[in-house]
């Protein structure tokens, strides 16, 4: 099937990629003309465990290749996937100008019937914006007697709603394996081809069992928002669990297994630490409120998750601020983990950055270390610390988690790297000036404690 993805973040570029690596004809579309070359020289712009390998092969095979030619990517594709970013606005909302230039570019270029498909999160009620975009640009050409515009049928466009559910870290492995696969359609009759060219393009994934989830487009878009809203609030619900068990002596991860075993609640996002971040819960949840607001209502539950979230961000500055004092002038602090979460090199929302800030205030130089985010980081925290990308003398970056740790106050760790979960405790207190150690994802047994270091968890 010739298949085009509309704009190649990380959505667009997983979800073009694993289409072409069962077999289809996938023409990827972006605007940014550094990020097409790259792609066409073999690199990937952001880490994806697997992702470079997949993009190689089949370019090599010519079932894959990238352009910035919107009328050549139109064209191309019988299935079109809308894939582009949508962040946030200052209010919270949705930017949705490049869902509707996307939408722009089909209308201007399409010479055929097509499947429009929205792999964008998006709000409920952006597909019915999607087609009055295209269809507004079907007329004005039809008005100006563009003879391509005729050969279209009496309905050229059918919209669907294909949210995806994939982790960063997983991606690849989400996108293969699917749990489930959503495809919101029109009902009856307008929607019966589009239900039928979906069930052809996703039938590689469904051998084992049917994962398609039919449903009308509102409920679709709806339903994205609605996962990662629950997985944020799980995560939430356990952050103040974990903060109130630092009050009563409790050890927040017995309490965790303890919950979790009942099948009706489950383990699943249940790990006490630093918050969470990325470009999805952050912005998904602010995103629902808004919608919620612009209805007349008020999602008191997210709106809790969400000031839950940025106070929990603070929760391990705090502790290091209660060990040390506010005044960390001559202080060094070893941080293991920058991104927002292992397997990735996303430092958007990362807790790390609102840590790494607050001990640079407070006066103290960090020496950080991370497997793959390094350089993402450095121009995240040069935004944040107002300096250069080249170097800041308060924030230096090490080549491995023991260079981090030689001659530091203390280490603090904020992302669950395998590479940290078990160190080699004894080099660790021989090498820190004194034996602390802050642990945002309660990676560490509290018992090291016995070994003579002074351990700081999240609720143990």
């Not at 050229?156 to 293969?176: H, Q, T, W, Y």
Request: with cysteine; hydrophobic share 45%.
């Amino acid at each position: 099937m010739n298949i085009t993805v509309l704009g190649i973040g990380y959505v667009g570029l997983v979800t073009g990629t694993c289409l072409a690596e069962i077999g289809n004809d996938v023409v990827c579309f972006d605007v940014d003309h550094e990020k097409i070359d790259l792609l066409r020289a073999g690199e990937v712009p952001f880490h994806e465990r697997d992702l470079a390998e997949l993009i190689r092969r089949n370019a090599a095979f010519s079932r894959l290749r990238f352009t910035t030619d919107a009328a050549d990517a139109v064209r191309h594709g019988e299935v079109i996937f809308i894939a582009t970013g949508t962040p946030a606005e200052p209010d919270g909302s949705a930017n949705l100008s490049y869902v509707m230039a996307a939408a722009h570019s089909i209308g201007e270029h399409m010479q055929d019937d097509k499947i429009v498909v929205q792999k964008s999160t998006v709000p409920v009620g952006t597909a019915e914006r999607v087609r009055r975009v295209i269809v507004e640009q079907l007329e004005r050409r039809s008005a100006a007697q563009d003879r391509d515009v005729a050969r279209l049928s009496a309905t050229p466009v059918a919209i669907v709603s294909n949210p995806e559910f994939l982790k960063e870290g997983a991606a690849v492995d989400d996108f293969m394996r699917p749990d489930r696969i959503v495809i919101g359609s029109e009902p009856g009759t307008p929607g019966e081809r589009p239900r039928a060219v979906m069930g052809q393009l996703y039938a590689p994934f469904n051998r084992q069992r049917d994962r398609m989830l039919h449903m009308d487009v509102r409920s679709a878009e709806m339903t994205k928002y609605a996962a990662n809203a629950m997985l944020a609030t799980r995560i939430s619900f356990m952050n103040e669990l974990a903060n109130l068990a630092d009050a009563l002596g409790v050890d927040i991860e017995q309490v965790r297994k303890g919950i979790g075993a009942d099948p009706r609640i489950g383990y699943g996002f249940l790990y006490a630490g630093v918050g969470y971040g990325g470009s999805c819960f952050p912005k998904d949840v602010q995103a629902l409120v808004h919608t919620a607001a612009e209805h007349g209502q008020r999602l008191r539950i997210l709106e809790a998750v969400r000031a839950v979230n940025d106070a929990q961000k603070r929760v391990l500055v705090d502790k290091v601020v209660n060990r040390f004092g506010s005044d960390l002038h001559g202080r060094t602090f070893a941080l293991w983990g920058l991104s927002f979460k292992p397997n990735t090199d996303d430092m958007r929302e990362a807790p790390s950055r609102v840590m790494i800030k607050a001990l640079v205030e407070h006066g103290a130089r960090v020496v950080a270390y991370d497997p793959i985010a390094m350089s993402e980081a450095k121009r995240a925290l040069a935004e944040d610390l107002g300096s250069s990308v080249l170097g800041d003398s308060r924030v230096l970056y090490a080549d491995s988690p023991m260079q981090a740790v030689q001659d530091a106050d203390a280490l603090i760790v904020m992302t669950e790297w395998k590479a940290f979960k078990s160190p080699n405790f004894a080099a660790l207190k021989s090498t820190l000036r004194q034996p602390v150690i802050f642990d945002g994802r309660n990676l560490y047994d509290p018992a090291i404690r016995s070994q003579g270091f002074e351990y700081f968890a999240i609720g143990r």
